[in-house]
């Protein structure tokens, strides 16, 4: 997207017909450059991509979810969630924003340039100002690409329904992180992207399809891990989500398998996980 957000979209056939299919929605947070510019060029690729819902939080929101943290796991277990976040930004948050920067460029050059599309800043997925903005969008599915669990007055709004591509299997690794968790309990089979569609639970929706790639569990870090179950299957999900438009996709059937919520990284789990892996590769 160029700087004043004016580029050229391009077309796809589906169904014999050249013309994009449908019309969606993708709602990320303001500070996420790849959903911004990356995953908008890539849905716009084969999409009507008709709104842009960018979330710009209020500053006492990451307050908020760090007294939500420390009353799921205490103050004791939070103090490692804080010791691998200062671990994490020390040794390898540098790194990983270079290479999130060149994975968005070749993003950008694989998916082009695309036309201007309606955006609409706002605090909250839930606002009023969002409903009415994704009600004008009259969008068919819905991407939702934030930390926000959102309303049933607003995932219910696309005809088809709002989508997840979650990072974790489900419903083994539900809410955060989930690549993390399975790394971390040694459950590497585990590990990889779900694509969900939102109902009124957290990560509880019907389930379309899980991807992965060959990912090296002693070398790349979480955040490389999670970022790279979503870019490494854009094809997939693409198609997936015709299929789904189309009315052919059918849910995959879940019933039996254990389910857990997951929350934010330990420094304790990191360095287990790290251990074991390099141990696999000694």
């Not at 490389?224 to 996709?249: F, M, P, S, Y």
């Not at 304790?268 to 790290?274: F, L, S, V």
Request: glycine share 8%; proline share 3%.
């Amino acid at each position: 997207m160029g700087a004043d957000g004016s580029t050229k979209s391009r077309s796809t056939k589906v169904d014999g017909q050249t013309g994009n299919a449908f019309r969606s929605v993708l709602i990320c947070h303001e500070d996420s450059l790849l959903d911004r510019e990356g995953l908008s060029r890539w849905l716009a690729s084969f999409s009507d991509l008709a709104g842009l819902v960018v979330l710009r939080e209020r500053s006492g929101r990451k307050f908020q979810r760090v007294k939500r943290e420390i009353k799921r796991v205490g103050i004791a277990r939070f103090a490692d969630v804080s010791a691998f976040r200062l671990y994490y930004k020390l040794f390898q948050a540098s790194a990983d924003t270079a290479w999130e920067a060149a994975l968005i460029a070749d993003l950008n050059k694989r998916f082009g340039d695309m036309d201007r599309v309606p955006m609409l800043v706002t605090h909250s997925p839930n606002s009023p100002e969002t409903e009415a903005f994704i009600r004008e969008c009259s969008a068919d599915i819905m991407i939702a690409r934030c930390k926000v669990i959102l309303n049933k007055r607003i995932f219910t709004l696309p005809s088809i329904g709002t989508f997840v591509m979650h990072p974790g299997i489900c419903p083994e690794y539900r809410n955060a992180h989930g690549c993390f968790w399975a790394l971390a309990s040694g459950d590497e089979k585990n590990v990889g992207m779900t694509l969900l569609k939102v109902d009124d639970g957290v990560d509880t929706g019907p389930i379309y399809g899980y991807y992965g790639y060959q990912f090296d569990a002693e070398k790349e870090s979480h955040f490389r891990i999670q970022t790279r179950v979503v870019t490494e299957n854009l094809d997939a999900v693409r198609d997936k989500l015709i299929e789904i438009v189309r009315g052919t996709a059918v849910p995959l059937d879940v019933d039996g398998r254990k389910s857990g919520v997951w929350g934010h990284p330990w420094l304790t789990k990191y360095i287990g996980w790290k251990r074991r892996a390099r141990s696999v590769h000694a």
